[in-house]
Antibody, heavy 119, light 110 residues
Framework: QVQLVESGGGVVQPGTSLRLSCAASGFSFTNYGMHWVRQAPGKGLEWVAVISNDGNRQNYIDSVKGRFTISRDVSNNILYLQMNSLRAEDSAIYYC????????????WGQGTPVTVSS | QSALTQPRSVSGSPGQSVIISCTGTSSDVGGYNYVSWYQHHPGRAPKLMIYNVNNRPSGVPDRFSGSKSGNTASLTISGLQTEDEADYYCCSHAGSFTLVFGGGTKLTVL
């Protein structure tokens, strides 16, 4: 069965970096795009970034452009989110999610990894 | 990339029906038939309930249905059950390799 397991979250200071990982299994990783979605405390879900199935195309929400980088390791079926210059407003639970109908929906989600940016 | 507009909360009694609206613009909801809906119980992974406006994934009860008119999509839950109590989010394709969520709606089953 499909499994997505995030890791790498933690408590960091503003301005620092963190790399999140999402280990994927149970499906053909190279056939699907992958996303990161976050939920800040007391807030709703927010789409953050996407990477195409072949890794050649990425896109981000405006608030993280230039600071976050999404990538994928097809040899090990791992999705990454490199987060630099972190801000307090980046504090959230970060979910990885599998794309289903090409950039229109997510059929599987991980349990999430929490990120807290605080001095 | 403004969030889609959903009511903060809705409620209903067991057996009743509720409708959750999701309003966007012609650049997202109104421009594509790519609206999806997610059920989210706190502490758990979100679950896809509806895709492409009105399609149910395998295993989702037919009590859940979706529709769209213009820039507004709707999720209808009929025959409310206590386990339906959760947060519900709409999501739309917004062009240019982008997706946008609604602000979320808390469903209370009285």
């Amino acid at each position: 069965q499909v499994q997505l397991v995030e890791s790498g979250g933690g408590v960091v200071q503003p301005g620092t970096s963190l790399r999140l990982s999402c280990a994927a299994s149970g499906f053909s990783f190279t056939n699907y795009g992958m996303h990161w979605v976050r939920q800040a405390p007391g807030k709703g879900l927010e789409w953050v970034a996407v990477i195409s199935n072949d890794g050649n195309r990425q896109n981000y929400i405006d608030s993280v452009k230039g600071r976050f980088t999404i990538s994928r390791d097809v040899s090990n079926n791992i999705l990454y989110l490199q987060m630099n210059s972190l801000r307090a407003e980046d504090s959230a639970i970060y979910y990885c999610a599998k794309d289903w109908h090409y950039m229109t929906d997510f059929d599987y989600w991980g349990q999430g990894t929490p990120v807290t940016v605080s001095s | 990339q403004s969030a889609l507009t959903q009511p903060r909360s809705v409620s209903g009694s067991p057996g009743q029906s509720v409708i959750i609206s999701c309003t966007g613009t012609s650049s997202d909801v109104g421009g594509y038939n790519y609206v999806s809906w997610y059920q989210h119980h706190p502490g758990r992974a979100p679950k896809l309930m509806i895709y492409n406006v009105n399609n149910r994934p395998s295993g989702v009860p037919d009590r859940f249905s979706g529709s769209k008119s213009g820039n507004t999509a709707s999720l209808t839950i009929s025959g409310l059950q206590t386990e339906d109590e959760a947060d519900y989010y709409c999501c739309s394709h917004a062009g240019s390799f982008t997706l946008v969520f609604g602000g979320g709606t808390k469903l209370t089953v009285l």
